[in-house]
């Protein structure tokens, strides 16, 4: 019971600084210097992923089981959480350029319903009536936070379905990796969660290294800019990876959909410091209807972990 618990905390964890991180990407997203090539988000992203990378690369090394390979069944879960998981960041940047992290961040809840409707189709690991109310309340706590808030257009929208589905993927290969590594190593779910992470993050950055040579990211700017959202994210992650390692990836992102509501929060909290580039301040109805997001939120996380 521990255990769950443990993994319950880190999918709040993994919320609070993923909602963090988006704020963080906004911010910096907004940010247009005519003198350098390419949009400031594509220069966040590849700076970001190179500093993630060579924080994660040493990580690995400490982490690793002493003269062991990477098992041949965990090679392909490692490539494909890696692919995916970068077409959802892209998406996800381009999409937090256009739109209030606030509107972002609840949608992204609608992962739940897609990873479930994956597990549940396509996979022998079918939900019961209980999880799938669970999974059904959370996507309408989403959806009554976007309702709550200026409407996305179109284009942000098929780039928010879009990292949806991709991390998604991503998440079902993550489970997989740290599976194959267990067991190929016989280590603990929480240690092989940490070596996935430290490999995935690794070759991520590997992937971003020539990029900057394209888009010339080496002023100090962008690497502060990209220090400050690769703290958050890799916090993030860390905390998801343990989460997912313990308790599995659909109830992790049933946790993981309480970033709306703390991104809510957080561009509130902005709004009234007058940062209005990132986050407009709402009126007393709007704050209800995501107060009831909020708590249809929770009743989905409790629904789901009552059987646990």
Partial sequence: MRF?????LSGLAAAFFSSLSYLISRHYGL???????????????????VLMGSVCLPLAWALWPKEME??????WPLMSSMTFYLLGQACLFMALKQVNASLVSPLLGLKVLLLASIVSLFMEHSLDAQQWFAVCLSAVAAMT????????????????LLTCLSFSIADLCIVELIDALSIGWSISRVHAGAIAMAITYTL????????????GSWR???????THYSGA????????YVCFALIGAVFGNVLQSTRGVVSVVLGALLAQTQWHELEQQVDRETLVRRLVAAILMTGAIATY???R
């Fill in 204 to 215: 991520c950055g590997i992937v971003a290294l020539p990029l900057l040579v394209v888009f």
């Fill in 4 to 8: 769950v618990w443990l993994g319950v």
């Fill in 233 to 240: 994210w890799l916090l993030s992650m860390v905390s998801l």
């Fill in 305 to 307: 972990a009552i059987d």
């Fill in 220 to 226: 100090r700017s962008n690497w502060l800019a990209a």
């Fill in 70 to 75: 990477v098992p041949v069944l965990a090679l």
């Fill in 31 to 49: 940010q247009q210097d005519p003198r350098q090539t390419g949009s400031a988000a594509l220069r966040l992203f590849v700076c970001s992923h």
């Fill in 145 to 160: 936070l976007r309702s709550s808030g200026s409407p996305v257009p179109a284009g942000p929208m098929a780039l928010i």
